[in-house]
């Protein structure tokens, strides 16, 4: 900016000086013309550059003139996240014992990834740790636009300390037991006495097809001394990135899925894309 400023100054004393002399030697100096349209020529251009410069330099806007629907495109516009796509999710299964939420992977050098789900347990059973064979495990599966599903698909994941700079464990599991979790907690040189609290210093990141088949999250536990493996806890939740607004989610998605939508209740309310995505992205975590 400094540059063009010099420049600025420097070509418009010259054009001054240029129009001085035109008035004592007349029109009639051909070569004279010249140089005043070539200077004339290089001011203008440099006074573009600045003034673009200026405008380049401020990276907000005043929105308060624009419409909701205006606004509303250039948010998507400056947003990074496709239109109406919500990064987090939240399972509905009002189970009391099991609760889960999801979030896209994001980090500073791998960007915002749908393909790896960042998971944060709000509820865990507390006699998991009753067993140091309870376990864990994560289940996917697809669906056809009929609303039939596919055959369940067992998830892979890795274990993200939350502090210490964080970084996924350098291996994935296919299920966590309990005697894992201690294992792992010994690494950072703490003792697990509960699910919960690994939980409160750990996450899991489950790992998904890069194609965005999955859509779908299942966690469900197994208790090792049950006969009935069905008996223990399950949640299920969306996967993200899917459509934050529940209407036109309803409108192009099979009812399995609309029913594990987070926002289904706001379906009554005029809602912009950009309020049902801001809406959804309150439980990111």
Known sequence: MANLNYNLQKNSNLFLNLLFKLKVDGLANKELAIDIKKYFLAYSFLTLAITLSSCGSSKSYDDSSVNSTQKETLDNNLNPIPQAKGKCSIDMSNNNNLGFKLKAYESTTEGLRSDFLRTQYIRFPSDFAADLNNSLVLWTRTIDSAGNWGQWQ???????????????????????????MQDYGKVF???ITSASQFFSSFQ??????????????????????????????EATALAPLFDAN?????GSHPESLYNLHPLQSLIGYSYTNSQFEYELNRYCF
């Open 246 to 250: 529940p209407i036109s989610y309803k």
């Open 154 to 180: 067992q998830v892979s994941f890795y274990i993200e300390h939350l502090g210490q700079g964080g970084g996924k464990s350098p291996y994935s599991y296919n299920e966590f037991t309990f005697q894992q």
């Open 204 to 233: 899991i990141v489950a790992q998904l097809d890069a194609q965005g088949n999955s859509k779908i999250i299942t966690s469900k536990i197994y208790y090792n001394q049950s006969t009935d493996q069905n008996s223990g806890p």
């Open 189 to 191: 040189n703490m003792t």
